[in-house]
């Protein structure tokens, strides 16, 4: 059986794409996907920049800057984001393959179908907050459908905001996907899976803490 990567029946059909997924004999497409969903984070976050979106450091630093100064910094936070859509696809489409494929022996082009679809839904995440960046003037780690409003009101502290920021509705959701999909595609324990998935996510919410707080002084540092 051949099996054609779709991303709509991994999250609409899912008992029937892990039946498809175990039983299948060769993966079709699975390069060409992840190039898409490549080309499509490289749109949103181009675009996020192009709107201004997590500039504000860069805005802070044009009163000290002649306009063609100012435009070439500008022209480097487009180029940096789209970079970091790039890491951000690489990062998340296969490292937790790789850690998952070591603790599962699950097929490691199998858990990259999977992380295509936690990819997918991180960039609708993003999607969904640019108009609150826009429209409302929040933060990611403000966004409403996270915890970081609840640290906000509980500490003064940015690196806690930033990681309860990092734990959204969304967050919650991949979780209970990728345990779903992989508990379908082996025999491990459920526990061992929530703990592997659980424990994973966590290093990733205090890996984007940190880099956020770094993010600001790195940004500080280029225009000081």
Known sequence: ??????????????????????????????????????????????????????????????????????????????????????????????????????????????????????FAMLIVERLIWIPLAIYAGLDWYSSPMSFGIIAAYLTSRSWIIYFFGAIS?????????????IHGLCQMPKRGIWASVIFLHVFEWGFAALFSSMDSYMIGGWFG
Not at 169 to 181: A, E
């Open 1 to 118: 059986m051949n099996y054609d990567v779709n991303i709509f029946k991994l999250l609409f059909r899912m008992e029937d794409s892990i039946f498809r997924i175990n039983e299948t004999e060769k993966i079709q497409n699975l390069w060409k996907s992840s190039l898409y969903i490549l080309l499509a984070a490289i749109a949103v976050y181009v675009w996020m920049a192009y709107l201004g979106i997590g500039s504000g450091l860069v805005s802070e630093g044009a009163i000290r800057l002649a306009p063609a100064q100012y435009t070439v910094h500008k022209f480097w936070f487009v180029i940096g984001r789209l970079l970091y859509a790039i890491l951000f696809w690489g990062f998340t489409l296969f490292v937790p393959a790789v850690l998952f494929n070591m603790v599962t022996e699950i097929p490691f082009q199998k858990l990259v179908i999977i992380q295509q679809l936690v």
């Open 169 to 181: 509705i969304f967050q919650i959701w991949i979780i209970f996907l990728q345990v779903r999909y």
